[in-house]
């Protein structure tokens, strides 16, 4: 079984700039993720997708972060403008349902490097 | 809230040795704890996950994690440690938002 998808893997921009990424989770996973992993640090929730719906983006910085799910499957993560803090591995998961039980499964992320 | 943490940054062990990564919980109500490992460059990769049930709970490669609830901890373990094992460990635990919420990681060298 194929494994959740993104790209690009690096990116390297100006701060001010905007970037995108992008996520195609594992085929009939229902729940998508997006994490913002610091250096150092154990990745944290932006946002999470239960089909095409918003669940919690409690943590999701909404004057210049924003995500959509279009259709259910993938996703896109856009940063507008970025800030040097935002350098940072953003990895996207997947899981079948959203239920405490529920595994995440991980894919190899974005290196994001704000200069 | 709740948290997780991981006392130790960095573990070293021999290879062949057994080894221990520490983690410890804090929660209301039933725990639903998790090990995640991370190889440089690369996401994150499901170890093992404790629901319900026996407390020794067996996961990939040869890994397996004991949920003491008296003492609130899940800790990693392997019987004999492998140089390939060297990594970056997360332990994380479901919120009551059944969010996942990860501890700050501890990195494992396994010297030959």
């Known amino acids: 079984e194929a494994g959740v998808a993104q790209s690009p893997r690096y990116k390297i921009i100006e701060k001010r700039q905007s970037v995108a990424f992008w996520c195609n989770p594992i085929?009939?996973?229902?729940?998508l993720y997006w994490y913002q992993q610091i250096l150092g640090q154990g990745p944290k929730l932006l946002i999470q997708?239960?089909?095409?719906?918003?669940?919690?983006d409690s943590q999701l910085p909404k004057d210049r972060f924003s995500a959509e799910r279009l259709k259910g499957v993938d996703s896109t993560l856009k940063i507008q403008p970025a800030k040097l803090e935002d350098s940072a591995v953003y990895l996207c998961?997947?899981?079948?349902?959203?239920?405490?039980?529920?595994?995440?499964?991980f894919g190899p992320g974005t290196r994001l490097l704000v200069l | 809230a709740q948290s997780v943490a991981q006392p130790e940054d960095q573990v070293n062990v021999a290879e062949g040795n057994p080894l221990t990564v520490k983690c410890t919980y804090s929660v209301s109500g039933n725990p639903y704890l998790f090990w995640y490992v991370q190889y440089p460059n690369r996401g994150l990769q499901f170890l093992l996950k404790y629901i319900t049930g026996d407390n020794l709970v067996k996961g990939s490669y040869g890994f397996e994690a004991e949920f003491n609830k008296s003492q609130t901890s899940f800790h990693l373990k392997k019987p004999s440690a492998l140089v390939s094992d060297s990594a970056l460990y997360f332990c994380a635990v479901r919120d009551e938002r059944n969010k996942l919420v990860f501890g700050a990681g501890t990195i494992l060298r396994v010297k030959s």
């Open positions: 998961a997947s899981s079948l349902g959203h239920l405490g039980a529920e595994t995440q499964y």
């Open positions: 997708f239960q089909n095409n719906g918003v669940v919690d």
């Open positions: 085929s009939g996973h229902a729940t």
